[in-house]
């Protein structure tokens, strides 16, 4: 990935409303030349709206949106581009594969053997070469799905737009395509924006997101940023599992909680500012005579679910309802009823300032 001075898409504060319903409100943020970018969010937040109106498939009602630096308000769709790729493949089901692959060529009227060239090509990349005469419905999930970004990928566009492209496969087909996705950018300048309500697919694949709630942008940032140092309650709860435990703040590097006055790792709270520290479940570990930490509490074990590597254990700490995850290997001597010491290190007792409007941040 190339940093430009110039993004290779730029959204600047656009709104879009259906009727009463404002499905996106006042949204902006820029995207660099090559990155894989995700829009991120639970259903009804906007993000498929955003994706149509990168596409030109829809029009704000306010703002601007920018390929290159240039405003594309008036381009359509076919002239943008950016193809789509959509959860449903939206494959030519009279067509094989070839055709199907070749469809857009043959609209753009290229010569025969550039279209063979390309197909070829782009066949190869998805690993489709000795299935060019099969039909769509000869083709598992996977391999639909392969034949829908090789038609986006052989029109050689700067950017491909990708809307929620796993949603239908199984569980092991969608690991498989994550990585499949990864070699393809990995092995082009292109640059994807990639809408989902899957933290894992956002998580594995995301060089950057966007967490959008209630049609605003609520989060952006590196998924390893947002998952360690989320900056509010709403992003901290989506992205993974969290302990949202209310908190006050005392300076620059402590808070009160319920659970007592505890040392944080950055600045998040001013003094006598409310909010949350937010620790994750595995962040959490039973305090012992080989490992203490700095901010410790006592909790009773109200339940254990074995998961195979890992124990999630449930807590009650005073009233407060938390978990934790442990290794299995850490369990034992764990059980329902027992009240222990549990300890969080400074580094992961992260304050995260209430939720703007006053919200809990809990998702919807």
Not at 123 to 139: A, D, K, N, S
Not at 145 to 174: C, G, H, M, Y
Request: proline share 7%; glycine share 10%.
């Amino acid at each position: 990935m190339t940093i430009s001075a110039t993004p290779a898409i730029e959204v600047r504060g656009v709104t879009k409303r259906f009727g009463t319903v404002t499905a996106l409100d006042q949204v902006s943020f820029s995207i660099q030349s090559g990155e894989m970018f995700f829009l991120l969010g639970p259903s009804g937040c906007g993000k498929t709206t955003l994706l149509r109106i990168l596409a030109g498939l829809e029009t704000p009602d306010a703002g601007q949106v920018f390929f290159r630096g240039e405003d594309v308000a008036s381009l359509p769709p076919h002239e943008r581009g950016a193809p789509m790729v959509f959860q449903n493949y939206a494959l030519w089901p009279h067509l094989n594969v070839r055709e199907n692959v070749a469809f857009g060529l043959v609209e753009r009227s290229v010569s025969r053997n550039e279209q063979k060239a390309r197909v070829d090509d782009v066949l190869r990349r998805v690993g489709l070469e000795t299935m060019g005469g099969r039909m769509p419905g000869q083709l598992s999930g996977g391999q639909q799905q392969r034949v829908v970004l090789a038609r986006a990928l052989v029109l050689n566009p700067f950017l491909i737009l990708l809307d929620e492209p796993l949603s239908n496969l199984d569980a092991k087909l969608r690991v498989e395509m994550r990585e499949e996705i990864e070699k393809l950018r990995e092995a082009t300048d292109i640059t994807f924006v990639y809408v989902t309500h899957d933290q894992a697919d956002a998580l594995s694949l995301a060089d950057r997101m966007v967490v959008m709630s209630a049609g605003r942008v609520n989060a952006v940032g590196t998924p390893l940023d947002l998952y360690t140092r989320p900056p509010t309650p709403f992003c901290a709860e989506f992205l993974g599992e969290a302990n949202l435990i209310p908190a006050e703040g005392i300076g620059s590097s402590a808070v009160n909680t319920p659970l007592g006055r505890w040392r944080v790792a950055a600045p998040g709270l001013e003094g006598g500012k409310s909010g949350h520290c937010m620790v994750r479940p595995e962040s959490l570990f039973p305090v012992t005579a080989s490992r203490s930490g700095e901010n410790v509490f006592t909790a009773e074990i109200r339940g254990l679910r074995m998961n195979g590597a890992t124990v999630t254990v449930a807590l009650d700490a005073g009233g407060l309802v938390l978990k934790a995850t442990v290794l299995t290997q850490d369990s034992f001597g764990l059980r329902k009823g027992i009240q222990i010491p549990w300890g969080i290190a400074v580094d992961n007792t992260i304050p995260i300032p209430a939720e703007p409007g006053g919200g809990s941040g809990s998702r919807p």
